[in-house]
Structures are given as C-alpha cells and as structure tokens.
C-alpha cells in the first residue's frame, strides 16, 4: 500500500541533508523555524514574566534587555521573515504552478544552509552571553556603548540576509519560467502573487540591511566614523538605512500571510475570490509603496518636518491597499458555502486582528500623535497585531490548510479549533491591554515601570500564558497526527487548485504528466470563465 | 504621588488636547471599520454555512464599482488623518517666541537640567505654568528621548546636535518624565518627574535653592579659561572672528555658501572647526572635541549667545528667526 511519495522516496540522514526536493527543504525549514519559533517565545515569556511586577524583580536589567533584544532578533530574523516563504511557499509555489522543483533546486538547499549558518551565530551570541541593543541596533549604542555580543548577532542577521535573497530571486524566476502550459499570470493562485511581491521586496531591500549592519562592524571594530558623532559619524543616518529595510521587512512578513489568507478563505467559502486582480495588484502596490514610508519611524527624531509629512502621506497611500484586500475577503464569504474548519478560524482571525493591526498604524501615522505615541506600548502593541495576529495567524492558518498535504495525515479537528480560539483568546488579552498602557505614556523597553501600568501588565502577562498553550498544543496533535493520523486523502477539504489534485503527500516530481490549466484556481462553480475583475 | 486617571493621561499641557482629539478620531474610525469588518464576517459565516457536504458557493467575480468604493473612502479618510496629523505636528514643532528656555543634558541614565539663572537639577524639571518652556537639548553619549506622557510631548535626543523640545504647562502637579529610547542597561531608570507650579511659587523655587553661574556666566568663564579670547578678542585684530553680534546673521564661507550662526553651527565651529571655514580666516582653530562636556558647550553656546543680545534679560532670549530645531548640519546656501 506504500506508494512512492516525497517522504518515503530515500530514507536515511543525508537523503534529507543533501535533498534538492523543495518538499523536503520546506521540512528542513519547518523544523529548523519552528525551533526557532520557540526560543524566541521562551525570551518573551520571560520579558512577561518580568514585567508581571513593576519592580525589576526576575531579571536584572541587563539581562531583561538581552531578552527583548533576542527575542526580536530572533521572531524578525528566523522567524517571521523566512516562515511563510521558506516552508510554505517553498513547498507550494512549484506545485501551485505546475511545475516539479524551483527553478535553481541546489541554490534552494544553499538557502537553507545560509539560514541555519546565520541562526548559529545567533544561538552563538545568545548563548555566549547575549546582545542588548535592540533588534533595531540604533547606534552609537550598539558601535560605541554596548558592551554585549553585537558583532555576533549582526553577522548572524548577515549572514541569514542572504538565504532571503536567493530565496526571493528562485521565487521570482521560477514563477516567470516555470509555470505550467495555460497558467496565465490572471490564472495565478493569489499565494503566488503574494510571494512574487514579497521576492522583490526581498531582493530589493535586503542588501540595504545587510550593508548597515556590516558598517556597523566597520565602525565597532575598526572604529570608522560613519554613525557615531565622537566619529565625526550620524546617527540618525543609521535610522535612515535600517529602516529602509526593515519597513518593508513587514511586508516580507505579512504580504505571505495574506497570501495564504486568499486561499483558505476561497476555499472555506467554496469560492472564487472577490476582485481578484485588486488582490493581486494591491500586493505589488505595497510592495513598491512600502519602500518609501521608512521615516515614519524617525518622527521625533529630528527629521525635517517637510519630510515627515510626506513620509506620513505616502505612510497613508500604502494603507489603502491593504484595505482593499480585507473588504476584498470580507466580499468573498458573500454568498460562500463557509464551514469553520481549523483554518478558517484562522483566516478569521486573521481579518479581526489584521484590521485592528492596521488601523491602529494610521494613529501612528499621524505625525501630532505619533510624537506622545512614539516609542511607547501602544507601538507594541500595533506591530504585534500586524506581525503575531497577522502574520502568525496567516502562517498556522495555512500550516492547517496544508498540513494533509504537505504530510499526507489528518490532525484532530477538535484539538486544532481549540488552540485556534486559545490563540485568538490569548493573543487579544495579551496585546490589547498594551494599547491603553502605551497611550497612558508606558515606553517600550522597560525593565522597571510605575506601579499604576501594572493591571494592564498583568493582564499581559496573563494572555501570553493562554497564548503559549495556544502554540504549543498543535505541536501535539500534528506530531501525533504523523504518527497516528488518518491518511488523508488528494483533497480533503474539497478545495480547487493544482496542489488538491496531487496526491497527499505529493510524489518527489509532483506532476507525472505536467497538467494543462484551463481556468483560474478557485473555480467552483461551473461557471464560463468570466472576465478577472 | 500621582494620581492618574487609570485609563487615561492627564492633560497638563496647552497642546495635550489637540493630541487627544486626533486619538479619539482615530478611536472612533477604528471602531467603526473593525465592527464593520467582524459583524460582516461572523454574520456572513452565520447565514452562509454551509449546509450539505458538497455545497459551493456562488461565482461572484467582482464589482468595479464597490471597489472604487472602498478604494476612494478609505482613501479620503486618511488623507483628513494625515492633514490633521500634520498640523497638529506643526504647531507643536515651532517654539513659540519669548518662550524660556532651560538647558537638558542627558547621559546614560540621568537627565541633567540647567536653568538660565544658574539653578541646576538632576532627573527633576520645574516650570511655571501658563508660559512656553524651550528646552534645548543635547546628548552625551547615546541617542535618549525627552518624554513627558501627560504633556504629549516627546523629541530625541540626540549626540552630536541639539534638538527643542517645547510645551506650556497649563496644571500645577508632578508629572512623569521617561526617557523613551533605548540606551542600555538602566534606561527603565532614566525618569524623573516634571513639576509645575504656579509662578509666584516657580519664582520662590527659583531664588530657594543655591544658583550655580547662569550658564552665560560659567561660558564666559570658559571662554577665558580655555583661551577662546586669546584669537577672539571683541575687535577685529585676532586670529580669529570677532564673535559679538554674530548670532543670527549669514556668515561667509570660505569656497562660497553662507551659514547662518544658531546654536548647531556654534557647537560645529567648536568641536569641528575644519567642518566650515569662515572665509577670510585661516583654518587654525584647534578642536575642542573631547576637552569641554555637552554641558559646556551649551555654557559656551550661550554666552556667544548673550554677545549678541545686550541688555536682555537671559531666558526671555528671542527666538532667532532660522534655528533648526534639529540638524546638527547648519543649513548652508550654495550660492
Ligand atoms: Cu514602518
Ligand atoms: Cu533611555
């Protein structure tokens, strides 16, 4: 009864090492980021923990402020940015098209390699001792002042640069090249477009990263002044080249999940999507967009105000799309034939906290109240929404949408809608009490706070518990769904697209015979093929 | 010690209220789009569910023209949010004239205060209430950030330049002060407590405690000491540029441009002399950097100051028309 599919298709240590299978290397991923995942909740739990007193009791300040900066080194760089992408656009995107690999199976597998170097500088720095800049590495603390890992962490966050930029340009490539015969780029499932925007963002923004945090080894090492005025250096220009970055590092981290959030909702809804061509080309307009609003995150910081208003104004340009996308959803399930599986609990969860999540950037926007805001809990709490209730919500959604798929077995049902309502739960009595906090003035980075921050604190505190059970219950039951989960069959949930006519799990070449599109992907009416709207 | 409302910052400051009628706005369109969004969607899976194992839904491709709906109202809705935001953020930018101004150094992990009479105070600040109070603010070390929550007020602070930060008290009380950037171990502990009193007590409080030099006064001292007046004497013969009545006006640089003297150039033309010549001089002014703290600079910065305002009163110093706030660069005009 074994036939041959990717799992079973070579046993043995070096069969998975050495693989070119993107099936098998989105599982590398998986594990390696779910290792991750979890080292970085363990530091933020014990940020919570800290921060249940206001008294700086369970950690001393120094090591309070390792735990922050670790766990966003960690949750940006090894997680959240590579999540999505790595292991479930690795192990879909080809399928998704038609095709049987990436275009570049080898560099595929170097990705990974790169990725697992750079986590290794940053277990190396962790684990000898620590970094306390800040994930943001402002300078002239992290050159002249810090006296912690800084260079380590900084190679790692290099180093694992690179894995996202190959990643990206396979992605892009293969989607040009590869797609199998009638897959127009109109008859693309909305996941691909998703990743096609992310790519550019990766190839494009990446290298700017990569090159600051190597100047800021250049001037902590070799003591050039580039950033730190004794130096002769600027500060804010620091500011200027991170952020470039790491603003459209969001929407490496949360175009993917919406992405995934296209799919599950068309098919949960049984449904092709709402204004398909509006999804796609919002994802390509917050692409493009998201690279010019860097400087709403230097407000205060002595900006000239000339450029803070039009970092402001195109700041509100690049919500528009987004907003478009959720209407988009919310029209999709207009008439659908919705059933609240496992992942749809997640898309909706997904919607709820998305939409807080982003509008509660338009406060941040807005350059008067961006001033009292600024550096405070209330930011906290906003990019938590985007990154943790959409990007998280987005990854586990899909992560239960495919999970039959990508292992071939069905999980508990009932544990699976459990730990999405506890992550809904959770997740919202966390964060939510840190947008009253932080417009009462709570800056972020605290290790010590006034007594009267602590109901909402321990509120906090109290969610990241129900939140953590949230997380580590599937880990259960899709562990024992591998072992002794019903085998599922092509496609479980009655859904359309190219990787449902696969079998689960999918055979090492994905396709015997490359299939021949006809229609787009959610096509579940029997309907003449109407024009893309 | 402070009584503050659970929920809600006190609002001890003239700008306070404009900040809070763009939050509730912003609260209210938040509400609004967020119920919108999850009362569709918990209505829709509620009347739509489905019914019988194979049921699909209906083909519904689109509308263009509920997407220019829902393309055009949110758009107009932020651009009201970025108009609104903006003013708000120019009002609270330009430091009103006659505001009085007070000194703050910050360091890893105090805030050093100058008054303009002399008075000193560390991790503590009073002001009187009902007039503007300019502080003018400069770094020693790392980047911090000057923060009072119930006066909605907040600029970075920053080495290597100066930035302002100003507000006008408007309620007696004691007020949390938090530095808001990052800058290391005990940033949590880098607070203090703004008081503002009524004037008559912020005058007591003045003339109580003992005075140290007004900061004009401890500059000329400095200026003596560190031999500044051995090239700059207050007649053109030195070595270098007389330097009475210069604040404020264009200075010719050597190679073209001109620059206007405000406190940035100052603190440039003493820790980087060789950053921009004045024309007709020879590059040999020696730096400074490292041999005087961030806190006499301003000393210095202030007498230089003072050279062109005889007879005014120190603190009620006029705004000079073209001080940027903000960039250690002065602003310099190619010609
Ligand atoms: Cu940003
Ligand atoms: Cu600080």
């Not at chain 1, 230097?298 to 700041?315: D, E, N």
């Amino acid at each position: 009864m074994d036939t041959l599919n990717y799992i079973n298709n070579g046993h043995g240590l070096a069969s998975w090492l050495l693989t070119k299978d993107h099936k098998r290397i989105a599982l590398l991923y998986l594990v390696s980021i779910t290792f991750f995942f979890f080292l970085g909740g363990l530091f933020a739990f014990m940020i919570r923990l800290e921060l249940l007193t206001p008294a700086g009791d369970v950690l001393t300040a120094e090591n309070y402020n390792k735990m922050f900066t670790m766990h966003g080194v960690v949750m940006v760089f090894f997680f959240l940015i590579p999540s999505i992408p790595a292991v479930l656009g690795n192990f879909l995107i080809p399928i998704m098209i038609g095709a049987k690999d990436l275009a570049f199976p080898r560099l595929n597998l170097i990705s990974w390699y790169i990725y697992v170097l750079g986590g290794i500088f940053t277990l190396v720095a962790a684990l000898s001792g620590g970094v306390d800049t800040g994930w943001t590495f402002y300078t002239p603390y992290s050159t002249a002042a810090a006296n912690s890992h800084v260079i380590t962490a900084a190679l790692g966050v290099f180093i694992t640069g690179f894995s996202s930029i190959l990643t990206g340009l396979n992605f892009i490539v293969t989607i040009h090249r590869m797609r199998a015969p009638g897959l127009t780029w109109f008859r693309l499932p909305l996941f691909v477009w998703a990743h096609y925007a992310t790519s550019l963002v990766m190839i494009l923004g990446t290298p700017v990263i990569a090159i600051t945090v190597l100047l800021v080894a250049a001037e902590r090492v070799l003591h050039m002044g580039i950033f730190d005025p004794a130096l002769g250096g600027d500060p804010v220009l620091f500011q200027h080249l991170f952020w470039f970055y790491s603003h459209p590092a969001v929407y490496i981290m949360i175009l993917p999940a919406m992405g995934v959030i296209s799919e599950i909702v068309q098919a949960f809804a049984r449904k092709n999507v709402f204004g398909y061509s509006f999804i796609a080309f919002s994802s390509l307009a917050i692409a493009i967009i998201g690279f010019l609003v860097w400087g709403h995150h230097i407000f205060v910081a002595g900006q000239s105000v000339y450029a803070g208003m039009l970092f402001s104004i195109i700041s509100y340009i690049v919500a528009v799309p987004s907003a478009i996308k959720v209407f988009n959803w919310t029209a999709t399930i207009y008439r659908g034939s919705i059933s609240l599986d496992s992942p749809m609990l997640y898309a909706f969860g997904f919607l709820g906290l998305f939409t807080i999540g982003g509008l509660t950037g338009l406060f941040l926007a807005a350059m008067g109240l961006d001033i009292h805001m600024h550096d405070t809990y209330f930011v906290v709490a906003h990019f938590h929404y985007i990154m943790v209730g959409g990007a998280i919500m987005g990854y586990l959604g899909g992560l239960h949408y495919w999970w039959p798929k990508i292992t071939g077995k069905l999980y508990s049902e009932p544990a699976a809608k459990l730990a999405a309502g506890l992550v809904f739960i959770g997740f919202n009595l966390t964060f939510f009490p840190q947008f009253l906090v932080g417009y009462l003035g709570m800056p972020r980075r605290y290790h010590m706070y006034p007594p009267e921050f602590q109901v909402f604190n321990v509120m906090s505190t109290l969610g990241a518990t129900i939140l953590s059970v949230g997380y580590l219950l599937p880990m259960f039951y899709f562990v024992h769904s591998i072992f002794r989960g019903k085998p599922s069959p092509a496609d479980p949930w009655g859904a359309k697209g190219l990787e449902w006519e696969v079998p689960s799990p999918p055979p090492t070449e994905n396709f015997a015979v490359t299939p021949i599109v006809t229609h787009g992907t959610h096509q579940y009416a029997p309907s003449k093929e109407v024009g893309v709207v | 010690m402070f009584t503050n409302f659970p929920f809600f910052p006190q609002q001890a400051s003239a700008q306070a209220g404009q900040v809070d009628a763009i939050y509730f706005f912003m609260v209210a369109v938040t509400a609004f789009f967020s119920i919108l969004i999850a009362g569709l969607v918990v209505y829709f899976a509620f009347k739509y569910r489905r019914r019988h194992r194979d049921e699909i839904g209906h083909a519904i491709h689109g509308s263009l023209a509920l997407e220019l709906l829902w393309t055009v109202i949110p758009f107009f809705i932020t651009m009201v949010m970025f108009v609104w935001g903006a003013k708000v953020f120019f009002d609270m930018y330009r430091p009103p004239a006659g505001a009085m101004e007070i000194h703050v150094v910050g360091k890893q992990w105090m805030w050093k205060v100058q008054h303009m009479d002399g008075r000193r105070e560390i991790n503590e600040l009073h002001v009187p209430v009902g007039r503007p109070v300019k502080l003018i603010m400069g770094s020693e070390d790392v980047l911090h950030s000057y923060y009072i929550p119930d006066f909605r007020v907040k600029a970075d602070v920053i080495p290597g330049r100066y930035n302002v930060l100003w507000f006008t008290a408007t309620r007696p009380g004691n007020y949390h002060l938090f530095c808001a950037e990052y800058c290391g171990t005990k940033h949590s502990g880098m607070i203090g407590t703004v008081t503002a009193m009524e004037p008559a007590d912020f005058q007591a409080w003045l003339s109580g405690g003992r005075a140290d030099e007004s900061p004009v006064a401890a500059g000329e001292k400095l200026f003596a000491d560190l031999t500044c007046n051995t090239c700059h004497l207050t007649d053109t013969q030195g070595r270098g540029p007389m330097l009475t009545n210069l604040f404020g006006k264009q200075v010719e640089l050597q190679g073209g441009g001109t620059v206007t003297v405000d406190e940035a150039y100052i603190r440039e033309s003493i820790v980087l002399p060789q950053a921009k010549v004045v024309a007709g001089f020879q590059p040999l002014m020696p730096t400074f950097q490292g041999l005087v703290t961030e806190e006499q600079l301003l000393q210095l910065i202030a007498y230089v100051r003072s050279l062109s305002q005889q007879g005014e009163a120190p603190g009620a110093a006029p705004q000079s028309p073209t001080m940027p706030q903000s960039s250690s660069r002065p602003v310099v005009e190619k010609k």
